[in-house]
């Protein structure tokens, strides 16, 4: 996968990036008369802005292309859509069983572990970070 960015701080071999926050309402011939196409719009502002370890030699202001392997893309992708959908059906698979527990609080507990599961990955992925970024490889546009 492949994203232009734009170098905004040099810091030795540590290099700080913004890229542009895309939707896929971008593409899309009927961004302007659909209600998620105008949403974007107003949110179309958005960057994201990290830190990338290159041996690449850059300057602030230069345009680079990130490339990140697709497979590692698919990987975090599927953790993070589909493990607190499964938290959510074992946890409610597992109360539904019990006759104790009362169907509300069944609803009430799956729905907080598919919250705490996303919470859990965030910390997850915020301590992966650096192998994250050893993953992003930089080259000069």
């Not at 232009?4 to 895309?22: S, Y």
């Not at 949110?43 to 830190?51: K, L, P, T, Y």
């Not at 345009?63 to 074992?90: C, K, S």
């Amino acid at each position: 996968m492949k994203e232009l960015a734009e170098v905004v701080a040099v810091d030795g071999n540590r290099v700080t990036v913004t890229t542009q926050l895309k939707t896929a309402c971008s593409g899309c011939a009927q961004v302007s008369t659909c209600g998620a196409g105008i949403l974007s719009k107003v949110f179309a502002d958005r960057n994201a802005q990290f830190h990338v370890v290159t041996d690449e030699s850059v300057t602030v202001g230069d345009r680079v292309e990130l490339d990140v392997p697709e497979q590692a893309v698919t990987q975090f992708a599927l953790m993070l859509y589909g493990l607190p959908i499964l938290a959510l059906l074992i946890i409610a698979i597992a109360l539904q069983s019990s006759e104790a527990v009362h169907e509300g609080i069944t609803i009430l507990l799956s729905f907080a572990g598919f919250a705490l599961t996303f919470l859990g990955l965030r910390a997850w992925f915020r301590r992966r970070d650096i192998k994250i970024n050893q993953l992003v490889r930089i080259k000069t546009v």
